[in-house]
């Protein structure tokens, strides 16, 4: 009978440790995933978005002495939306690290709870 217990404490001792690996794996796999796509954003912006923003300021420069407002509707509207493609990818690079900080802390609290000590950097 005790050894019936024993096996059944440490087959769910081993479904515990699995599931909670599993879960730590998903978590460390979703934000290297969000990290790598902010990184790709940033690029994209970078290298599609910011070179409008240059081309847009400068003829803004252009257009105020023609005073012409269509032109300069447009050129503001251009610069809006490069002015929110550069917030949202701010953003995501905020979330990334707010991940990040948010899974040490529960890493390491789990750490304080089983009296573990952190492991060497």
Not at 46 to 57: F, G, H, V
Not at 85 to 102: H, L, N, P
Request: a negative charge; aromatic letters at 4%; proline letters at 4%.
């Amino acid at each position: 009978m005790f050894r019936d217990f024993a096996k059944r404490i440490a087959t769910g001792a081993t479904i515990l440790t699995v599931s909670v690996g599993g879960t730590a794996a998903t978590i460390e796999l979703c934000i290297y995933h969000t990290d790598a796509t902010a990184k790709e954003e940033r690029l994209d912006w970078e290298t599609n978005l910011l070179p409008l923003r240059a081309i847009a300021q400068a003829k803004l420069i252009e257009v105020d002495d023609s005073s012409n407002t269509a032109d300069k509707e447009t050129l503001q509207h251009v610069l809006d939306r490069v002015a929110s493609g550069e917030a949202a990818v701010q953003g995501r690079e905020a979330d990334v690290i707010e991940m990040k900080q948010s899974w040490t802390e529960a890493k390491d609290a789990v750490r304080r709870f089983l009296h573990v000590s952190p492991p060497p950097p």
